[in-house]
């Protein structure tokens, strides 16, 4: 069966340091891949999404970025964060090209920004 | 662009009572997909129920069922003789048909079931 790990769960960081969050999938091969944020008492914002290794596609301009560098691995990071960037961070992925099939989420990791 | 609105911010029943969450959702596009996800307090996001735009047959599992019609561009969740353990924040979200594009969330709905 697939499973999806985020890490870390929590995270506490100084605003202007830099940020990187892992995901990785198991059990499937060429997952698509997403990156939403939520917000304190708001709904999920899609963040980026990738259909393959080193294909990004990011749907909000903002102080982040994202790489896949491995076909079941996709990271968020930034140079600097902002007060901004603090909120609830889950990763997702789907089967590859399929849109009707549900996105399975991770865990999440909630960043605060001190 | 498309957009899910879910206007209950929060509902709060007594144990054992029925208890409708709304969703009505607008794009231009004639394949689509929705979705309900449920978020306990723990976070993470569990999925409920698929259901495409060609299909616009009710369904049910156990207490839960899913009431969907194109003709309102609705696609609301009905939970029967709710428990404690429903209490969580209710998700409607919805993608059009082609590519790997992501989901459009609503702002969901808190439910809080008292017992």
């Known amino acids: 069966s697939q499973t999806i790990h985020q890490w870390p769960a929590t995270l506490v960081q100084p605003v202007g340091s830099p940020l990187s969050l892992e995901c990785t999938v198991e059990?499937?091969?060429?997952?698509?891949l997403y990156w939403y944020r939520q917000a304190a008492g708001r709904g999920l914002q899609l963040l980026f999404y990738?259909?393959?290794?080193?294909?990004i596609s990011s749907e909000v301009p903002q102080n982040l970025s994202a790489s896949r560098p491995q076909d079941r691995q996709f990271i968020l990071s930034s140079k600097k964060l902002l007060l901004s960037d603090s909120g609830f961070y889950l990763c997702?992925?789907?089967?590859?090209?399929?849109?009707?099939?549900?996105?399975?989420f991770g865990d999440g990791t909630r960043l605060s920004i001190l | 662009a498309q957009k899910v609105t879910q206007a209950q911010t929060e509902i709060s029943v007594v144990e054992k009572e029925d208890v409708t969450l709304d969703c009505v959702y607008e794009?231009?596009?004639?394949?689509?997909?929705l979705f309900w996800y449920k978020q306990p307090p723990s976070g993470e996001l569990v999925f409920l129920i698929r259901r495409n735009s060609f299909d616009e047959q009710n369904e049910i599992s156990g207490r839960y069922s899913w009431n969907f019609q194109k003709s309102t561009s609705s696609f609301n969740f009905t939970i029967t003789a709710s428990q404690v353990v429903d209490s969580a924040v209710y998700f409607c979200a919805l993608t059009s048909g082609g590519g790997a594009d992501g989901l459009t969330f609503g702002k969901g709905t808190h439910l809080i079931i008292q017992p």
């Open positions: 997702a992925w789907s089967p590859i090209g399929r849109n009707n099939q549900p996105q399975h």
């Open positions: 794009t231009r596009d004639t394949t689509y997909y």
């Open positions: 990738s259909v393959g290794i080193g294909q």
């Open positions: 059990g499937t091969s060429n997952p698509n």
